[in-house]
């Protein structure tokens, strides 16, 4: 099932997700949800406060993006991103490592807002996956950047919040007039209720 994608000025989206202890059937199901909601947005990367629930989940796929490549390695051997994909990291801990490097990034929940962000060019990964199974990796490049911008939406913190002041505040009247939309529909909401 698609499911409504939550934007910028929905206080969810500054919530810190629950850890996952079971990976419930309703957990499973909200894993392919967000997948199908993830791919019909033409996204890369999807995380639970987006879709409304404040959980340490995200959903992941780079294969759409052929122009900005991915490293992996796995056990220590290199091996294919898009043979990792698609990715479902739960309770995700994070060791990024150097250098920062500035990269473009885009977020499902700021339509049409797209702005330099610098982040850690790799990261070491420790998660589970789906099936509550532990898995371990470090990735560098476009997968490295995702899986940082996914984690911090699970920690409640948005793109916005890690860029330079000179892009933010490029930016500052579209990001303004999404959080005004968005918090005009949450009242009419209320009012329906
Ligand atoms: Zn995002």
């Not at 890690?162 to 909401?189: G, N, W, Y």
């Amino acid at each position: 099932m698609i499911l409504e994608v939550v934007k910028f000025g929905d206080p969810v989206l500054r919530k810190k997700g629950a850890r996952i202890e079971t990976i419930t059937p309703a957990i499973q199901r909200l894993i392919a949800d967000m997948f199908e909601t993830m791919y019909a947005a033409h996204g890369i990367g999807l995380a639970a406060q987006q879709i409304g629930e404040a959980l340490q989940l995200t959903v992941l796929d780079i294969r759409a993006v052929t122009d900005r490549p991915s490293t992996l390695e796995l056990g220590g051997q290199l091996a294919d991103p898009n043979g990792f994909m698609p990715l479902v990291l739960i309770n995700p801990e994070l060791t990024p490592y150097g250098p920062i490097v500035p990269g473009p990034e885009g977020c499902l929940s700021f339509p049409e807002i797209y702005g330099d962000v610098r982040r850690m060019e790799s990261v070491a990964v420790s998660a589970l996956n789906q099936h509550g199974q532990r898995i371990e990796f470090k990735c560098g490049g476009l997968l490295a950047r995702a899986i940082q911008h996914e984690t911090d939406h699970l920690n409640g913190i948005l793109f916005i919040d890690r860029m330079d002041r000179a892009v933010k505040e490029e930016l500052q009247e579209d990001i303004d007039l999404v959080q005004a939309d968005t918090k005009a529909r949450l009242k009419l909401k209320s009012q329906r209720r």
